[in-house]
């Protein structure tokens, strides 16, 4: 019996499935990085406008080192929102 073209069936049959199933484990594991990423960024400027806060700092001045924190760690262009206290 030949079954070089049993073969190739199926092959052509459940290649897009695996294929599709790499693609969706990429972009998943890319968003998850991308969002611990953001996390850690957002973490980094929290800290230092925590740290600007502790030595009695004004608002403006915290604002100024968390931006400039989150800027340093790749942020790009975002806003910065400080609430003093904390809320």
Same mark, same amino acid.
């Given at each position: 019996?030949?079954?070089?073209?049993?073969?190739?069936?199926?092959?052509?049959?459940?290649?897009?499935?695996?294929?599709?199933?790499?693609?969706?484990?990429?972009?998943?594991?890319?968003?998850?990085?991308?969002?611990?990423?953001?996390?850690? &960024?957002?973490?980094?400027?929290?800290?230092?406008?925590?740290?600007?806060?502790?030595?009695?700092?004004?608002?403006?001045?915290?604002?100024?080192?968390?931006? &400039?924190?989150? &800027?340093?760690?790749?942020?790009?262009?975002? &806003?910065?929102?400080?609430?003093?206290?904390?809320?």
């Amino acid at each position: 019996m030949a079954e070089g073209g049993n073969v190739a069936t199926l092959f052509a049959l459940t290649l897009p499935v695996v294929v599709g199933g790499a693609g969706l484990g990429v972009e998943t594991s890319y968003w998850y990085y991308s969002s611990l990423r953001l996390q850690a &960024t957002a973490d980094a400027a929290a800290y230092a406008g925590a740290v600007e806060k502790s030595w009695g700092s004004d608002t403006a001045a915290i604002t100024t080192t968390a931006t &400039t924190s989150a &800027t340093e760690n790749g942020l790009g262009t975002g &806003t910065i929102t400080v609430h003093t206290p904390p809320t």
